[in-house]
């Protein structure tokens, strides 16, 4: 809990501020291995962060109806990781939020 005594508002202000959020391409992001692979707090696989490049960036519509009304709009993100090897994540700014941070 040490961490959270470090929280001060302005860290809190730009989480919080939408268009800081707002991906680009180009923009070196930080994404958690929980994306891909099951991570518990206490289970064997801890939280991983990779670095990385944003590529591709999609706003898409679903109205097919599989999802809630408030995820039928969301954005999708095309990463390259410095290996090469690229992944898509869906719903980047929506649901995705917590799994990915901006590199220091």
Do not use: K
């Not at 707090?41 to 590529?55: H, K, L, M, N, Y």
């Not at 649901?95 to 220091?104: G, M, V």
């Amino acid at each position: 809990m040490q961490w959270l005594e470090r929280v001060q508002s302005r860290h809190l202000a730009h989480y919080f501020d939408a268009a800081a959020l707002a991906l680009q391409v180009g923009d070196r992001i930080e994404v958690a291995n929980n994306l891909w692979e099951w991570v518990q707090d206490q289970g064997p696989c801890s939280r991983e962060w990779f670095a990385c490049t944003i590529v591709r960036i999609a706003q898409t519509i679903d109205d097919s109806g599989s999802l809630p009304e408030s995820y039928t709009h969301y954005t999708i993100c095309t990463v390259r990781f410095d290996n090469g090897m690229e992944y898509e994540i869906q719903g980047m700014h929506e649901w995705n939020r917590y799994n990915w941070r901006y590199l220091s």
